[in-house]
């Protein structure tokens, strides 16, 4: 195994290059008290303050959908921590195969970093032209696509297994390979009698997902306003509905924020791994000495 106090000094200095610098610099001093062979009695209670302090600045990174991510980063966080608590032979060794859900949402990811890029680089001009409006509309309906049908939908199942797993009941994964959003929406609604905050209104983020994918999105320069239009298999409209550029990218928003939350949980998980295969050698060491 690498050096633990290594390899979380390199997840520090990442976290800090993406903004959270805050939750990196707690890091950093968690690991220096260590180095220092400090008391460190109260380690444990510090590291655990890592979730509170990252959702602090995560809740932040946007002036808007503060309360989604709020609430979305907590449930996530619950159900991961949950489901992990229960680390049994059984659990640990179907769990390996979620690997194929994750290695499925890294490549999605990945695909369209380039978009993702030229998103980011048209949101920032001050004064974009109509042709600009237009390319990022399209890019981040690309992004929207790509990331509701081939990493939300990974996510989802990620999500479930780990839901019904803190359950004593471990789903096979060719029944999860078969689910969708939709029925893992119908199954939690019927397990648990409720509607989880990362699934909150998945049917009219289905429904724009459909126009895009079958081209009936339509983006209208001069209000800067876009129409999604869904229909069935028999051509019949099922929704339609004109929305501000603005209110979309929030929707878009609420997406990527679910994907994150999971992501950046899983790592503050394996940071706090690691912080406690680093105490716990210092804690030996200092024994022996």
């Keep these: 195994m690498q050096n633990p106090i290594t390899e979380a000094i390199r997840w520090a200095k990442s976290l800090d290059e993406k903004g959270y610098s805050k939750t990196a610099a707690e890091i950093t001093s968690l690991v220096e008290s260590l180095k ?3 008391n460190t009695s109260d380690f444990k209670e510090r590291t655990l303050q890592l979730f509170d302090i990252f959702k602090e600045e995560f809740v932040e990174t946007l002036p808007t959908g503060q309360d989604y991510r709020r609430r979305c980063f907590d449930e996530i966080l619950a159900i991961v921590l949950e489901a992990f608590v229960r680390l049994d032979d059984k659990f640990r060794k ?3 195969d979620l690997n194929r859900f994750l290695v499925r949402m890294r490549e ?3 695909s369209i970093m380039p978009t993702s890029e030229l998103f980011a680089s048209m949101a920032s001009k001050r004064n974009r032209s109509p042709k600009d409006n237009m390319a990022m509309f399209h890019a981040a309906s690309y992004i929207y696509l790509i990331g509701v049908e081939g ?9 479930y ?7 004593d009941h471990v789903p096979k994964h060719q029944d999860l390979e078969e689910m969708d959003v939709w029925s893992i ?11 989880p905050v990362f699934l909150e209104n998945w049917e009219e983020k289905r429904h724009i997902r459909n126009a895009i994918g079958h081209a009936r999105a339509r983006y209208f320069p001069t209000r800067n306003e876009v129409h999604f239009e869904d229909v069935d298999t028999r051509t019949k409209q099922v929704y339609h509905k004109t929305m501000s550029v603005s209110k979309f990218l929030d929707i878009n928003m609420e997406i990527i924020d679910t994907i994150d939350s999971f992501r950046y949980t899983i ?16 804690t030996q060491k200092n024994i022996a000495t």
């Design 108 to 110: 999605m990811d990945e």
């Design 161 to 167: 297994y780990f839901m019904i797993a803190s359950k």
């Design 185 to 195: 929406l119908k199954a939690c609604k019927q397990i648990y009698g409720m509607t």
């Design 36 to 38: 220092a062979k400090e």
């Design 151 to 159: 990493i939300f939908d990974e996510l989802a199942k990620i999500l």
């Design 267 to 282: 790592s503050l998980v394996y940071i706090l791994e690691l912080l406690v295969a680093a105490h716990t050698r210092t």
């Design 94 to 96: 179907s769990a390996q």
